[in-house]
């Protein structure tokens, strides 16, 4: 009974600080995602002794739950027109973004003195953005019908795709092996094939099944068995080493060709809203200002350099990929 008491305690405290941090940041006119992260900062074990969470892993399994969420939402409303609108944009830009700023990131590593290994790992970090940071933000702007929002999340799931990739080729780099070209050709048409098939079999059956349920379910039953769907498509493509992320958007995509994709957005949006604050106070708890301020001349070049790199990137791959040059830079 203590542990339960215990772990309602932390959440009510969270989701508490969550609420004020959202009227506070709503009135401001400021991302409510940096309030997330500064109570994360505020609640976690890094600033001050005792802590106000202690169950970690548990918030980082609910936080968890809460990109699986965000992930099928945004499959539910961007569709497969959309998806094929910006798929062969999205890989060409994004692309051209990842390999500039890998490349980049390296250069910066070697001219920080770090080790060969070192500075490809920080190009491969950096290569990457936050899906889910990227995503609320647009979001709480209303941005999320824009035509520069439709590249800016075919990129980022490039990028998703991307670090899968990176993933896989970590542990032989970090070992000391090398990793050859026709690996990174090999794990591109792995990913590739395994969502091929999953859209392919997820078309043939799920929206005739969702449909035939849409005259007679309740809302409630169709968000329940959509949920189900959501997070048993997450669980098969980690299974298959892939992110569960990748998994919930084609699921989302799938549904989203049905009757139902109307009634199951209104549903999950609030459900969807809590985890996400959970997962943003989640990665604040696990930030260490001391360990920042300790390489806070380090952190800032690296932050100065990502911002200014990411910028041209991506404005040089949506150009290439041939959007106008105001779009281009908008993305």
Do not use: H
């Amino acid at each position: 009974m203590q542990t339960e008491t215990a772990f309602l305690l932390e959440m009510a405290i969270i989701m508490v600080t969550a609420g004020v941090i959202s009227v506070i940041f709503s009135k401001l006119r400021l991302p409510v995602v940096i309030g997330y992260l500064a109570a994360g900062i505020i609640l976690g074990p890094n600033l001050f002794e005792p802590s106000f969470v202690s169950d970690l892993d548990t918030i980082d399994a609910l936080a968890n739950a809460g990109i699986v969420l965000l992930m099928f939402t945004l499959g539910l409303e961007f569709n497969l027109r959309r998806l094929k609108k910006v798929g062969l944009f999205a890989a060409l830009a994004g692309s051209v973004e990842i390999v500039l700023m890998i490349t980049l990131g390296y250069g910066l590593g070697i001219a920080l003195g770090w080790p060969t290994i070192q500075s490809i790992f920080l190009g491969a970090v950096m290569s990457i953005s936050s899906t889910a940071v990227i995503i609320k933000v647009l979001s709480d702007a209303d941005m999320m019908k824009k035509e520069f929002a439709e590249a800016i999340v075919g990129i980022l799931i490039i990028e998703d795709i991307a670090a899968v990739i990176i993933l896989t080729l970590s542990s032989p780099l970090a070992a000391g092996d090398g990793v050859t070209v026709a690996s990174i050709v090999l794990q591109i048409a792995y990913i590739g094939v395994f969502m091929l098939i999953l859209l392919i079999m997820g078309l043939a059956v799920l929206p005739r099944l969702m449909d035939r349920m849409y005259p007679t379910a309740s809302p409630e039953t169709l968000l329940i068995v959509s949920l189900g769907l959501c997070f048993g498509m997450a669980m098969v493509a980690q299974l298959f080493g892939l992110s569960v992320a990748i998994g919930a958007f084609l699921v989302g995509i799938i549904i989203s060709q049905s009757m139902v994709q109307e009634k199951v957005v209104e549903r999950i949006t609030p459900i969807k809203e809590m985890f996400m604050a959970l997962f943003f106070i989640s990665i604040g708890l696990m930030i260490d200002p001391w360990l920042i301020l300790d390489n806070i001349i380090v952190a800032v070049a690296i932050a100065a350099v990502f911002i200014v790199g990411k910028i041209f990137s991506v404005t040089v791959g949506t150009f290439l990929s041939n959007k106008d040059a105001r779009t281009s830079a908008m993305t």
